[in-house]
């Protein structure tokens, strides 16, 4: 066990998800918020005061390449656009810093790859924040499919999507290759959590459509993973609907469904479940922030040195499988994963 309690971080960037993360970096108990850096001056500065007003004394950098030679800082938090990710978790980990990166973690397997051997050189940690799988919603529908309740699980339909605001625009002018688009923000989401659900098994060739905007971003997209012997995980995402973020698993003998999984720290989690022979059950589960449990879980990780929940081989998967749902939709036809 380690004898430090809490680890320090630097955030490298003054992004809008720091309205999440920061405070739960603020709020977890083993983690301290000790410097932020943004290429926008004052941006950092301004993030500080709207996002952690009481705290004192965090260092702002103008620049994360000054953040990642602080030797005080132990671990990064990466907030920057999906096309930089893996560049800048590169580049923290060369400077022995800690990762915990937001999805997508690069838009190739091949730099995750680099980055899993980097990390392995530099004996440093590096997770991917798909923050929703630390809401204790996920494992209470876990403890339900364990039970035996409802079966095996054979289908699973996911669906993401939010309008598209005009002041977010700027996320779909520019190509997916460029990390636009809705399958780097959104679909990632839809992927993961159907390869949650279907465990162990790997998925075997993936099928999609998507409809793209003048600048080469889809905005639309659906499609099907084929978990083989007839199991398949059918998705959906959209910036041109009403905002959803949900999935159901239809099982051999009943079925569930997460009502939110984007659920905030005050939204009420919701799941329902049925199983063929019973009454259709809806459980309010208790609101959990899973922004602050994720930081927590990191930073226990790391203090004490034990396994992340989210591996580096997750990342991977999911990053493959992306991929081939996009060159399902370049090449019009279905994509084999090997
Ligand atoms: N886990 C979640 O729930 C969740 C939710 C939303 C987004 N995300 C992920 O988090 C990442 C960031 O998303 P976001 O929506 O927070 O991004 P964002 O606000 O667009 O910021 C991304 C980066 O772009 C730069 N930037 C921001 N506003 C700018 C402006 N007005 N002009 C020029 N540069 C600007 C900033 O870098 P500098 O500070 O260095 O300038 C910032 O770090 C994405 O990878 C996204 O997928 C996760």
Redesign the pocket.
């Known amino acids: 066990m380690s004898t430090q309690h809490k680890l320090r971080w630097g955030i490298l ?5 720091n309205q ?1 993360l920061m405070p739960a970096i603020v709020a977890a108990k083993n983690s301290e918020l000790v410097a932020i ?4 001056p004052d ?2 500065e301004a993030t500080l005061k709207q996002y952690a007003p009481d705290i004192e004394n965090v260092r702002i950098y103008n620049n ?1 390449a000054e953040l990642l030679k602080d030797p005080d800082i132990q671990a990064v938090y990466i ?4 096309e930089e ?1 893996a560049l800048w978790t590169l580049r923290a980990i060369e400077h022995g810093k800690h990762v915990l990166c ?2 997508p973690m690069a838009l190739s397997v091949a730099d995750i790859e680099n980055i899993e051997i980097a990390a392995e050189k530099h004996q440093v940690r590096v997770m991917e ?1 798909f ?1 929703y799988r630390f809401h204790p919603q996920h494992q209470r529908i876990q403890e339900i499919i364990n039970s035996g309740a409802i079966g095996e699980v054979r289908s699973v339909r996911t669906c993401f999507a939010y309008p598209m605001q005009p002041a977010r625009l700027y996320r779909i002018d520019r190509s997916i290759s460029t990390g636009g688009g809705a399958m780097w ?1 959104i679909g990632c989401y839809a992927i993961h959590t159907a390869r949650f659900h279907f465990g162990d098994i790997q998925a075997q060739a993936v099928t999609a459509m998507a409809k793209h905007n003048e600048h080469g971003a889809d905005v639309s997209s659906s499609g099907i993973i084929d978990f083989d012997d007839g199991r398949y995980a059918q998705f959906n995402f959209s910036f041109e609907h009403a905002r959803r973020a949900e999935y159901e698993i239809i099982a051999s003998k009943g079925g569930i469904k997460c009502h939110n999984v ?1 659920a905030k720290a005050n939204e009420q989690p919701i799941i329902s479940w049925q199983a063929d022979s019973g009454e259709l059950q809806t459980e309010s589960l208790d609101l959990a922030n899973h922004f602050q449990l994720e930081v927590e879980h990191f930073c226990d990780c790391v203090l004490n040195n034990k396994p992340l929940k989210l591996s580096l081989q997750d990342a991977k998967t999911n990053c493959q499988i992306i991929v081939a749902a996009l060159d399902s939709v370049e090449q019009g036809k279905t994509i084999k994963i090997n």
Do not use: N
Request: net charge positive; proline share 8%.
């Open positions: 960037g003054a992004a809008r998800i999440q850096a943004s290429r926008r941006a950092a994360p907030p920057l656009a999906s990710h937001e999805k924040g923050m923000d984007w």
